[in-house]
């Protein structure tokens, strides 16, 4: 796996997890807590985000194999999910596949919120396990490839910590449309990365489809 399919790798996973995007909730999530406790909540949401994006890059296809699912077949599921959260983002929503409403009221009442809702589901949700799950196989069992994957991830996570860690001042910095627009950017490039795996997973699923 070269640099650029790292690098690409990186991009995508960073556009769906949307740490920045998150940053509003995380704000919310942590009203009234200390500057200690804010960024305990940081530095566990990004650990909860490297060990369940490492966990599936592991373990994710044999789980398909063992339920007799198809990567293809899973690569055309996960990209729809893919495009229901890319339609969310680009209009500055939420996804309920996110976050529902009342996760969102107990992320208010729960102490740590590191783990559930910021570090699942919000940001190692659906989406980034999906993508972790049909990156690593595309290794057809190569080891060294899925281990080089977890670079992607530790970076994604590292940037989810950064975020948190600097939330105050960002969300004051580019305001709730900066936010927004940042939203919707990583919303067109979810959108691009569905496409290519609904097309890839139909590609061969049926061969001459697009033939």
Request: net charge neutral.
């Given at each position: 796996?070269?640099?650029?399919?790292?690098?690409?790798?990186?991009?995508?996973?960073?556009?769906?997890v949307?740490?920045?995007?998150?940053?509003?909730?995380?704000?919310?999530?942590?009203?009234?807590?200390?500057l200690?406790?804010?960024?305990?909540?940081?530095?566990?949401?990004?650990?909860?985000?490297?060990?369940?994006?490492?966990?599936?890059?592991?373990?994710?296809?044999?789980?398909?194999?063992f339920?007799?699912?198809?990567l293809?077949?899973?690569?055309?599921?996960g990209?729809?999910?893919?495009?229901?959260?890319?339609?969310?983002?680009?209009?500055?929503?939420?996804?309920?596949?996110?976050?529902?409403q009342?996760?969102?009221m107990?992320?208010?009442?729960?102490?740590?919120?590191?783990?559930?809702?910021?570090g699942?589901?919000l940001?190692?949700?659906?989406?980034?396990?999906?993508?972790?799950?049909?990156?690593?196989?595309?290794a057809?069992?190569e080891?060294?490839?899925?281990?080089?994957?977890?670079?992607?991830?530790?970076?994604?996570?590292l940037?989810?910590w950064?975020?948190?860690?600097?939330?105050?001042?960002?969300?004051?910095?580019?305001?709730?449309?900066?936010?927004?627009v940042?939203?919707?950017?990583?919303?067109?490039?979810?959108?691009?990365?569905?496409?290519?795996?609904?097309?890839?997973?139909?590609?061969?699923?049926?061969?001459?489809?697009l033939a």
């Amino acid at each position: 796996m070269d640099i650029l399919e790292l690098a690409k790798a990186a991009l995508a996973l960073f556009a769906i997890v949307d740490p920045v995007g998150v940053i509003p909730i995380f704000l919310l999530a942590t009203q009234g807590h200390t500057l200690a406790q804010s960024r305990a909540a940081a530095r566990i949401a990004a650990l909860t985000v490297l060990g369940v994006l490492t966990l599936f890059t592991f373990v994710g296809e044999p789980l398909l194999s063992f339920f007799g699912i198809r990567l293809a077949a899973f690569s055309v599921a996960g990209g729809l999910l893919l495009l229901l959260l890319a339609l969310s983002m680009v209009q500055a929503h939420v996804s309920p596949q996110r976050q529902t409403q009342d996760e969102a009221m107990e992320a208010e009442e729960r102490e740590a919120v590191g783990v559930v809702p910021l570090g699942i589901p919000l940001l190692a949700g659906p989406g980034a396990i999906t993508h972790v799950i049909v990156a690593a196989g595309t290794a057809k069992g190569e080891l060294l490839h899925q281990a080089a994957l977890l670079i992607p991830v530790a970076l994604v996570a590292l940037s989810v910590w950064l975020s948190f860690r600097a939330a105050p001042a960002i969300a004051q910095r580019l305001g709730k449309t900066g936010i927004h627009v940042v939203t919707r950017l990583m919303g067109l490039i979810i959108a691009a990365i569905s496409i290519e795996m609904i097309a890839s997973g139909l590609g061969k699923l049926f061969p001459g489809l697009l033939a």
